[in-house]
């Protein structure tokens, strides 16, 4: 009787506790994009950074999770996280398919669809009181992991040709060049 009530309350003791259903995307993940650009991103409950092959900077924004989504939103102290001011454009990301090989994520600002491959690199902690020294090593790391990275070019001619403006250029360094006349 006494195992049958000491078994008994081993059950009901673990049966009750709240278990914590932690988001597939949380952990450490790489991505090659169509146009060639390796990214590596991390995600936390609390915050994400990414990683841009093409950008020599750190990416980090505040997380919040909901059910399947992922709200992006301003770092709080990203006056010490960023020399320049940026321009901050708040994103949430859908979960749309998870398996343990990979993650795919669309986004609704961008719409983009992410498919994202687990990655065994290990960041170091954040340290809030040194965030530039952090964010140094975390660019230097990576730069060299990128040198070891394939990531193919896999645009048609006709979209390698597209040039992208960039909004943040002023309007003075665009020239507008006209290939037609009208008579």
């Not at 060299?144 to 645009?155: A, G, I, M, S, V």
């Amino acid at each position: 009787m006494k195992l049958f009530l000491i078994l008994f309350s081993v059950i009901l003791v673990y049966g009750c506790q709240n278990k914590v259903n932690e988001h597939p995307a949380i952990g450490t993940w790489k991505y090659c994009s169509n146009s060639g650009k390796y990214f590596e991103t991390k995600i936390t409950d609390k915050y994400m950074f990414i990683l841009r092959s093409d950008n020599e900077e750190l990416w980090f924004y505040d997380l919040e999770i909901k059910d399947s989504l992922l709200i992006i939103t301003e770092p709080v102290f990203k006056d010490k996280l960023y020399k320049e001011k940026y321009d901050f454009q708040e994103d949430t990301l859908f979960s749309v398919n998870y398996s343990k090989n990979r993650l795919t994520l669309a986004s609704s600002r961008w719409l983009e669809i992410f498919d994202l491959k687990p990655s065994n690199i290990e960041y170091s902690e954040m340290d809030t009181l040194n965030i530039m020294q952090w964010k140094s090593k975390i660019l230097n790391n990576f730069k060299q992991r990128t040198k070891h990275e394939n990531c193919p070019d896999l645009r048609t001619e006709e979209e390698k040709a597209i040039i992208y403006v960039n909004d943040s250029l002023p309007e003075d360094n665009i020239q507008i060049i006209r290939t037609d006349t009208v008579d």
